[in-house]
């Protein structure tokens, strides 16, 4: 792919229509080895997450460094409070196998479930 193509796709007024045109596997695929898309363990390994297919999306390049910055916060949380539940929730626009937000939390244990992080990032 031409740089001036890959430009094209992160256009601002294309963007949209590029995340919704990937809506398989195979596609994600395709545009991780173009360069375009990183995969991302929704439950960080060192939170316990497993290296599986269903622990994982594709995310534009650099929203993985984005993520590690928030599991960075949470896991200073956890020093404090080592029973807290992390949770990366997903949110999808249509078909498309991009999310185009990940909600990361940190919460207590129930009864309480008090929510001590939330974030958003902010896909597409």
Not at 17 to 36: E, N, R, V, W
Request: overall charge neutral; hydrophobic content about 40%; glycine content about 8%.
């Amino acid at each position: 792919m031409k740089w001036r193509d890959a430009w094209k796709f992160w256009d601002k007024k294309e963007q949209i229509t590029g995340f919704a045109a990937i809506d398989s596997l195979g596609k994600a695929h395709m545009m991780m080895d173009k360069g375009m898309l990183e995969p991302v363990y929704l439950k960080a390994i060192r939170f316990g997450g497993e290296e599986v297919p269903d622990n994982r999306v594709y995310v534009p390049i650099g929203i993985g460094k984005v993520k590690e910055k928030h599991d960075d916060e949470v896991a200073k949380l956890m020093e404090e409070t080592p029973d807290l539940f992390y949770g990366c929730l997903p949110k999808y626009r249509g078909m498309s196998r991009v999310p185009y937000e990940l909600v990361i939390t940190a919460t207590t244990p129930e009864p309480e479930k008090k929510v001590l992080y939330s974030e958003t990032i902010s896909i597409w």
